[in-house]
């Protein structure tokens, strides 16, 4: 089981940018499919990017795609979602979730943002974007 924990929130204007990281701990994050996750007030847990353990493949949501990456550094034990043109509509609580040998062939890709496809779980960190 590996232990993942969340850094990098914080306040930013519209259109600033955030490198949310996810450091983890007890196992080696390289063995593991990434998701990243967000939850606004009022509303459900949002898959929003994921990748692969298998190929490093990622996948984004429709509301984040073009403004968010997904990354690992594997000598750091570190995965990370690099944010950009930030809107207020980001804000949220984001975690980060992972699950060991997680892999999904294209056509099953949006498993991925399924919160039930993921074993491990980060605390969180809220970020917050204003107008």
């Known amino acids: 089981q590996v232990q993942l924990a969340e850094s990098g929130g914080g306040l930013v204007q519209s259109g600033g940018s955030l490198r949310l990281s996810c450091a983890a701990s007890r196992a080696a994050l390289e063995h593991y499919a990434i998701g990243w996750f967000r939850q606004a007030p009022g509303k459900g847990r949002e898959g929003i990017a994921c990748?692969?353990?298998?190929?490093?493949?990622?996948n984004y949501a429709n509301s984040v795609k073009g403004r968010f990456t997904i990354s690992r550094a594997n000598a750091k034990n570190t995965a990370y979602l690099q944010m950009n043109s930030l809107k207020p509509e980001d804000t949220a609580v984001y975690y980060c979730?992972?699950?060991?040998?997680?892999?999904?062939?294209?056509?099953?890709?949006?498993?991925?943002?399924?919160?039930?496809?993921?074993?491990?779980w980060g605390q969180g960190t809220q970020v917050t974007v204003s107008s």
């Open positions: 990748m692969s353990s298998m190929d490093d493949s990622t």
């Open positions: 979730a992972a699950v060991r040998g997680g892999h999904w062939e294209p056509r099953f890709r949006s498993m991925c943002f399924n919160s039930g496809s993921y074993d491990d």
